[in-house]
């Protein structure tokens, strides 16, 4: 395959793509032989547009102080601009309050957050004969909190199964999600497959029953337009965790969006300085929400980067992005599909799944093949990418992904497919 950034019309290719590559200036890197960066990675961690890097750098260059302790300008300022990070983060949401957006490190902490809070006490605590529901295409990080929640209250885990096509089998929804249901947790766009799971028809069955719902939109926040404030109640979930570094923001950032209501009544998560009321030596009352989640100084300079970062990618716009993750992944899927011996995991069409693209090359290990393009300048990622119990399901013990994002070009992953052909040259498969 041959291309170009801009030589392919392909319906729904953002226009602007050479100008946005220009945004990140990791993208004019040039590797080790001379090789030109193509970074196909971006599913693991996203890269940063030069405002992120600005915007951070100016921080701690001029304004940089601890945030809601320090009585004089510096500390107003830090202030200002970690709240200011909170009210992009909740306009980005489309969150109903900025109050419910809670800073966590990452998505895994956010998603410990509500597991961990819910097996010590208030009206949604968790025991013995409840039951927790989660799917097989899980994120360890949405896997291992659930498990630890129910080996310490002795509640029951249970999960939906993955058909052979890579999408969630729903025919036992009303079996698994019953009146003994306390929580469903589900990924919104799986990390391995690149399944899109319907959020909507989920957290209505979860919300019949009186369940709280948890969504991992570690995949989604990146491409997908998120309106909370515009979903239905019976359809919005009650939580909402994404990271930083997948929005071509920092790393050491995520968040937790919850209902205001079910966040007053859960009990703090971490003891310290600022999610305090009063403390004597007998007793201590809590902050109200956000603050009680917030234990410590946070990721100050983490979440003005985060506050940057959504408030580019809103400029670009969440539309435009997700027609350009379709519009590459079928390109993407097309390439691969012309690679002897290659299987590709999840979905087939481009439609019902995000950039992220797990495969298998017959006689070649997914560490071998990334090392192999790496060698051309091409960056996937080999492994079970946190998500051991999918590749189980398929029979796979690892698989290599590529994983596009909005400045992904024709031509990129022409390289892609053009540096798997050559590894099936480089093991004699041809």
Avoid at 27 to 40: D, N, S
Avoid at 45 to 70: W, Y
Avoid at 294 to 305: D, K, L, N
Wanted: net charge negative; charged share 20%.
């Amino acid at each position: 395959m041959t291309g170009a950034p801009g030589q392919l019309a392909l319906p729904g290719l953002l226009s602007d793509l050479e100008v946005i590559r220009k945004d990140f200036p990791i993208l004019e890197r040039t590797l080790a032989g001379g090789q030109p960066l193509v970074y196909l990675d971006s599913a693991n961690t996203s890269q940063k547009p030069q405002i992120v890097i600005d915007t951070m750098v100016d921080h701690l260059e001029r304004h940089n102080a601890n945030i809601a302790r320090a009585m004089h300008q510096l500390g107003a300022e830090s202030t200002e601009a970690f709240e200011e990070g909170r009210d992009k983060v909740a306009a980005f949401l489309g969150a109903p309050s900025r109050d419910e957006v809670i800073f966590t490190k990452n998505a895994s902490e956010a998603i410990n957050l509500v597991a961990n809070t819910l097996a010590w006490s208030g009206p949604f605590q968790v025991g013995p004969g409840d039951e927790i529901v989660i799917t097989e295409m899980e994120h360890h990080s949405n896997i291992v909190p659930w498990q630890l929640l129910t080996e310490r209250t002795g509640a029951t885990l249970k999960w939906f199964g993955v058909t052979d096509d890579g999408q969630l089998d729903l025919s036992n929804i009303d079996e698994l999600i019953t009146e003994r249901t306390k929580v469903v947790s589900f990924t919104w766009v799986s990390n391995m497959l690149g399944t899109i799971n319907p959020v909507a028809a989920i957290t209505r069955r979860a919300h019949e029953v009186g369940a709280l719902v948890v969504v991992d939109a570690a995949q989604a926040a990146p491409v997908l337009p998120i309106n909370l404030a515009g979903m239905a109640p019976e359809e919005r979930p009650d939580f909402v965790a994404f990271t930083g570094h997948k929005v071509v923001g920092p790393t050491g950032i995520g968040v937790l969006w919850g209902r205001g209501d079910v966040l007053a009544q859960l009990p703090p998560f971490l003891g310290g300085g600022e999610m305090i009321a009063t403390v004597t030596m007998a007793k201590s009352t809590y902050a109200g929400i956000p603050h009680r989640f917030e234990a410590g100084t946070p990721p100050i300079v983490e979440a003005v980067g985060l506050g940057a970062a959504v408030e580019y990618l809103g400029h670009v716009g969440l539309d435009r992005i997700h027609a350009h993750e379709q519009a590459i992944t079928g390109y993407a899927l097309a390439g691969l599909r012309t690679i002897p011996g290659l299987t590709i995991l999840g979905p087939a069409d481009a439609a019902a799944r995000g950039g992220a693209i797990s495969f298998e090359l017959e006689g070649v290990h997914p560490h071998d093949i990334a090392q192999v393009l790496d060698s051309r300048g091409v960056a996937v990622r080999a492994g079970h990418h946190c998500a051991k119990p999918a590749h189980q399901r398929f029979g796979v013990q690892a698989s290599t992904r590529m994983s596009s994002y909005l400045y992904t070009t024709p031509a990129e992953i022409d390289a892609l497919v053009d540096g798997l052909e050559y590894t099936r040259s480089y093991f004699k498969l041809v």
